[in-house]
């Protein structure tokens, strides 16, 4: 039985739903970079960084190089890195209209907020 479209994406959000994935994957963005730089960027024990890329290598999302004794990982494909680019700009559209709305309840403060000197807590 063939999974549902919205299933499917429903996983495949979830796959990147981890910071250390996600951080991989911005990376990732400039080309290959070996495991090392991964790991002195991160700063995570190897061990976590070695499952977190596999989830990305198992998803098809990252691809593994060898070269030597050395291991770099590159985006399979130039897609994702327009995604990455899509979620900053949905963010920062989110923000901004977060800072919108704090500015807003800044400059219409209650009379009882008022009275409190601004103290407290509504």
Do not use: C, W
Request: hydrophobic fraction near 45%.
């Amino acid at each position: 039985m063939q999974v549902p479209l919205y299933q499917a994406k429903a996983e495949f959000f979830r796959m990147l739903g981890h910071p250390v994935r996600i951080r991989v994957l911005e990376l990732l963005q400039g080309g290959p970079v070996a495991v090392r730089d991964l790991l002195s960027e991160i700063e995570i024990e190897p061990s976590s960084l070695s499952q977190q890329l596999a989830v990305l290598r198992r998803s098809g999302i990252v691809v593994s190089i060898r070269e030597g004794s050395t291991v770099s990982y590159a985006l399979a494909g130039g897609d994702v890195a327009e995604l990455l680019r899509a979620a900053r700009r949905i963010l920062t559209e989110l923000l901004a209209g977060q800072n919108e709305l704090l500015a807003e309840l800044r400059q219409t403060e209650t009379p009882l907020t008022a009275s409190r000197g601004g103290s407290g807590s509504a």
